[in-house]
Structures are given as C-alpha cells and as structure tokens.
C-alpha cells in the first residue's frame, strides 16, 4: 500500500443542542454586575443539555451528520476515536455506541477508542488518527475523529463557564486542510488545576487560579518546542510574522486574546532589542514564571496585539463565544468558526493551534488550507444553524441544569424533557433500563418551535409537549 501524503481534514461537522441561555440574561440573574459575564468573560450565549442528552447522544448525532452530510460510505472508515471527558460509564466506551452507524452497514473492522483527558482527549484522539495514518498499521481507509463535552458547573462562578458540543472530523490523505506533520510543540504536567474524583457528580473541582497559570506556562513550553520543530524542519527562524490565524482551547473568550498576547511576549524574549517590543522594555528582566498575573505587562502585550488579535484570532472565536465552553470540541470549534469566517480565503494560509487540558497536557501544531473549502462552509451552514436555536430564562436554564443533577447515574427512568424544540432527526436518550443500559430514538424530521423564539417557562415547555403529542396523532 502506498504511503498516505497530505493527511488532513476533508470534512467537519458540529452538533450542538438546540436549547441556550444568553450571558446577559444570566448576569442579571445571578445579580452580578452589568459587563461580568460578557464583557469580562468574553461570552456571548452557552449552550446546555437537559436529561434527553447525554455524550452518546451528541455522539451520534455529530457523527451521523458528518456522514450524511459529506457522503461518507460506512464501510471507508477503518478508525473511529473519541476524545471526551463526559463520563457515563467506567468501562464502556462512547466509541461502542458509535459504532451501531456503523455496523448496520457491515463494518465491525474499525480501530480506535475513547480517549480521555480534561479538554485534551481530542486533540490526543486527533494525533493518534494522524500517526495510525503515516504507519505501518494504515489500511487505506480514512479516520473519524470525535471531540466534545458537556460541560456544566455546580451554582457559584464558575457556572457561566459551561457548554456543549461535539465535533466531528474525516481525517484523510490529500485532504485540503492537511496537518504539517513534524511540527509539534508538547508539554505535560501532573498539576490538580480541574479535575473529577465525584463518580456520583458531573461538576469539577476547580482551582481558577492554578489553572490560568497552568495554561499560560503551557502556551510557553509548546510555542517555544514548536518554535525549535518549525526551524529544525524550516531552516528559518520563527515568529508569530509566520503564522496567518490562530486558534485556542477557550475555557472563556478573554483568556483566549490573553494567551495570543502570551505568544508574543515569547517572541520578544527572543529578541528584546527589537523596537517593535519597545513598551515591553521595563518586563524584560522579569522571570517569565514571574509574569502570570503582572496586569502591567498583560496590559502592554494585549494593546500591543490588539490589531493582530482582530485580524487573526477572533475569526475563530464565534462558537465558543456562542455555545461555551465544549472542553475537548472547544479548540475544533474555533477551527471551525475560522473555516466558516474566512472560506476560501484560508488557501495558502497557515493555522497555528494551541490545544490545553488541565491536569495538565497541552500542545502546539498547525496546518495549512492547500485547496478551496467552500463546499464545507456550504454543507456545515453554521450561521443558519445557530439563528435556530431556541433562548431559554436562566430559570428554565438552572431548572434543567437542577434535573442533570437529581438524574445523574439515575437507572430505570424515561426522561422527562420535550423533544419538540429539539433539531430534525436528532438522536435523544429515551430511557435508561433498571441495569443501567440506554435506548435512543430520532426526533422527526420537521420541528415546532414557540413564534417567539423564547422559551419562558415550564409551563410554556409543557404546551409546547403537549402540541407535539396532537401534531403526532393527527400524523397517524
């Protein structure tokens, strides 16, 4: 078999849930101030799951949409990984569920497993479809690479933080978006920033303030390796001059343009002399471990990146911005809020991505668009898709959230949420059996939604279900 050249994205696709809450609503919600959660955060709406969605739900409806949207032959995909941190079982994997797609058509013959780290397991899902590709191991058929969360918070701070959302990408040779293979920046840690000892809960324990730090020593360590990697391969020194986007993990927007920043300030210890950098000169015998939260310098490196961050991060900030934080989906999202943006117009343009779960791993690669895109901004239609989800209160919001909660790990139970509001043909948890096993079912291809777009309460929910049941038996 010849060897694979050009491995890459050929198609991508996200399923998010159907229903969000707006920062703004929740900021007077929680009685915060105005500004806290929109401006100081940087988020604009989050997306959220109520009991009819599970990670195998996302699963599956993202996986199914990539297929039927690109036309993929089920037999063509000899490697399927999932990378999450959403546990629903100890042992079974979200891949073996996955793979009732699959086996319907006769394809049991695909490799690959769950992968699971904080916000990490997808890009790690995403390296090993690349590696399995370039080695002896390839059997000629392309790769699905799954990567996504649900993420939700206990009432406090951190609840704003959340999302969900699952991304799907067919990993191929000769692809248009191909990987630059050999150029990787990595670093890990055993660090306790975000992490999940609870098996009876789905919140973390969160240690902010470690974390940031955690996450901007990472961004030195892996833009410094990828650095050393680009010239090694290059022959020629690099800077952020070499990079046209960039794309990040976002816990929430505004760490997001810290870390671009943070690059830069990499680049000037490189090269303090350099006049560009001539604001920076009173930072420049500070010990960079001693630099995480000096506000004076962060000051300096974001006016200093202002216009660069505009013109080659913020392109790729939409679905963060709009859904939250989607943990291991969330650096995929950007990738694809950048395709959505810019379209054809990333041809010859070089992507770098840095990638971070806490716990810690994180790392730097990049990629380059070699050919048109436009039929994946045509076939994904993000825009169109978010201006179809329902806005619900942050009371109908925290009351779903209340549900998740009182039914997590919960057997012999049918959920209670309406699937009206829910898109076509999306998959949905119908019931959990008394030994713990889960049954899906498809919501119609047609939708009712509320003329408003503004679910409002409980009570509205319900006679929007009970319209549902009616439109059912005059359809018998």
């Not at 959220?48 to 089920?74: H, Q, T, W």
């Amino acid at each position: 078999m010849s060897k694979a050249e050009n491995i890459g994205i050929h198609g991508i696709e996200i399923y998010f849930p159907s229903t969000y809450v707006a920062q703004e609503d929740l900021e007077k919600f929680d009685g915060v101030s105005q500004g806290k959660y929109t401006l100081g955060l940087g988020q604009t709406n989050m997306a959220f799951c109520g009991d009819r969605e599970d990670i195998y739900s996302l699963a599956l409806n993202a996986v199914s949409n990539l297929m039927e949207k690109f036309d993929v032959d089920p037999n063509s995909i000899g490697r399927l990984e999932v990378g999450t941190e959403t546990v629903i079982d100890k042992s079974k994997s979200v891949k073996t569920v996955l793979m009732d797609l699959f086996a319907k058509h006769g394809n049991t013959s695909i490799d690959g497993i769950d992968t699971i780290n904080a916000c990490y397991g997808g890009t790690s899902a995403l390296h090993n479809a690349l590696q399995w590709m370039e080695s002896s191991y390839w059997d000629g058929r392309n790769a699905i690479v799954v990567a996504g969360d649900i993420a939700v918070y206990e009432k406090g701070p951190a609840r704003p933080t959340g999302g969900a959302g699952v991304v799907a990408m067919l990993i191929g040779p000769n692809a248009p978006i191909q990987f630059e293979n050999g150029i990787r920046g990595v670093h890990m840690e055993n660090v306790y920033d975000f992490y999940k000892p609870d098996m009876d809960s789905e919140y973390p324990r969160v240690d902010g303030k470690l974390s940031i730090s955690c996450y901007l020593r990472a961004i030195d360590n892996c833009y410094n390796r990828y650095a050393k990697a680009f010239e090694k391969k290059f022959g020629e020194k690099f800077s952020l001059d070499k990079v046209d986007y960039a794309l990040f993990h976002s816990p929430y927007n505004k760490l997001v343009q810290k870390s671009f920043a943070r690059m830069l300030y990499n680049d000037f210890l490189q090269n303090k002399e350099d006049p560009r950098f001539a604001t920076l000169a009173p930072f420049k015998d500070i010990a960079p471990e001693d630099t995480y939260f000096n506000t004076d310098l962060e000051k300096a490196l974001v006016a200093i990146t202002k216009t660069d961050y505009a013109n080659k991060v913020a392109p790729g900030t939409t679905l963060a911005k709009q859904l939250g934080n989607t943990y291991c989906g969330s650096t995929y999202g950007g990738l694809l809020s950048l395709v959505d943006a810019i379209g054809d117009g990333l041809v010859g343009k070089r992507v770098l991505t840095f990638s971070y779960g806490s716990g810690l791993a994180a790392s730097a690669f990049s990629f380059k668009v070699e050919s048109p895109i436009k039929s994946i901004v045509d076939k994904v239609d993000l825009k169109q898709r978010l201006t179809k989800r329902v806005r619900v209160t942050p009371e109908v919001f925290t009351e779903k959230l209340s549900l998740r909660e009182s039914r997590h790990n919960l057997k012999n139970y049918t959920p209670s949420d309406p699937t009206h509001n829910m898109f076509p043909n999306s998959f949905y948890l119908a019931q959990v059996d008394e030994a713990g096993k889960r049954k899906y079912e498809r919501t119609f291809a047609t939708i009712v939604r509320p003329t408003t777009n503004f679910v409002q309460s409980s009570a509205q929910l319900n006679f929007l279900r009970s319209t549902r049941t009616f439109l059912r038996y005059l359809k018998k």
